[in-house]
C-alpha cells in the first residue's frame, strides 16, 4: 500500500516501478541505483528516494547494507507464506464481491479478460502477468472493502516476484479458465461458488511453483528496463 507523502511527484515514479517489477520486466535481484533512477525520470534524489520508500514500505524492494536499493528476491518459506495469507483472504474478498457486484462491474472484469486473453494468445508473457495480477485487485475493489483491498495489492506484488523466482509453468499467473469461472460465479451471485473457485486457483497457482533457490538471471539496464 502507498505511503502518503506531501509531494505527490513521485506517486509516477512509483507506479512506473510497481508496473515493472509486477511485469517481471524488472527482476529480483535488480539493484536500483540513485543516482540513474534521478537521470531516467529527469527527477531530484528526494522524488526517487520517496517512491523508493513506498515500494520498500510494499516489500517489492530491500535495502542491502553497502550495496543499495535491490528489487526483492522472496525465499522459498516467504512464498508459501504469501499464498497461504492470499488463500484466506481472497477466497472470502471474493465472496463478499458476488453479494455486492453491479453489470457495470462484470463488464469491467469480462473487458479485462479479453485484454488477459489478448496477451496470452499473442505470447506477452510480461502484460499477461500484470494483467492477471490486476484482476485480482479488481476483484478486490469491487468488494469495497479498503483494508483487505490494501492487503490484497501488497500480496499480490509480492506474488508477481515469487513467481519471477520460481515460475515453472506458463500459465501459473495468466490460466485462462480459473479467471473466466470466477467472473460467472461473481455475476451470479454464487459467493460460495465463487470462494471455493479462488480457494481452488490459489492451490493450483501454488502447485505451479518450484521452489527451490534460483541462480541470479541476466538483468538488463535500467534505462532500456524501465523504458520511460
Known amino acids: 500500500m502507498k505511503l502518503q507523502q506531501q509531494d505527490p511527484s513521485w506517486v509516477p515514479v512509483f507506479d512506473n516501478l510497481r508496473e515493472a517489477i509486477i511485469s517481471h520486466r524488472l ?14 525520470y529527469g527527477l531530484g534524489r528526494t522524488v526517487i528516494r520517496a517512491a523508493l520508500s513506498a515500494l520498500t514500505h510494499e516489500g517489492l524492494l530491500t535495502h542491502i547494507p553497502n550495496r543499495g536499493v535491490h528489487v526483492a528476491k522472496p525465499t522459498k518459506t516467504e512464498a508459501r507464506d504469501v499464498f497461504e495469507a492470499r488463500s484466506l483472504v481472497e ?57 483487505l483491498t ?10 508477481s516476484l515469487i513467481v519471477s523466482l520460481y515460475w515453472r509453468r506458463h500459465d501459473t499467473m495468466c490460466e485462462r479458465h480459473a479467471h473466466d469461472a470466477l467472473v460467472s460465479a461473481i455475476e451470479s451471485g454464487d ?14 497457482l501454488l502447485s505451479g511453483l518450484d521452489l527451490i533457490e534460483r541462480p541470479d538471471q541476466m538483468i538488463q539496464p535500467l534505462s532500456e528496463t524501465l523504458g520511460v
Open 191 to 204: 459467493g460460495q461458488l465463487a470462494h471455493d473457485l479462488m480457494k481452488s486457483h490459489l492451490v493450483d
Open 27 to 40: 527482476l529480483p535481484g535488480t539493484r536500483l541505483a540513485e543516482d540513474e533512477l534521478c537521470n531516467i
Open 91 to 147: 477466497p472470502y474478498i471474493v465472496k463478499l464481491a458476488s453479494g455486492l457486484a453491479q453489470k457495470n462491474d462484470i463488464a469491467e472484469l469480462r473487458t479485462h479478460l479479453a485484454a488477459e486473453h489478448r496477451a496470452i494468445n499473442t505470447g506477452n508473457d510480461s502484460e499477461a502477468i500484470a494483467l492477471s495480477a490486476r484482476f485480482h485487485i479488481n476483484i478486490a475493489r469491487i468488494a469495497n472493502h479498503s483494508i
Open 150 to 159: 490494501g492487503f490484497v495489492e501488497e500480496l499480490i506484488s509480492r506474488s
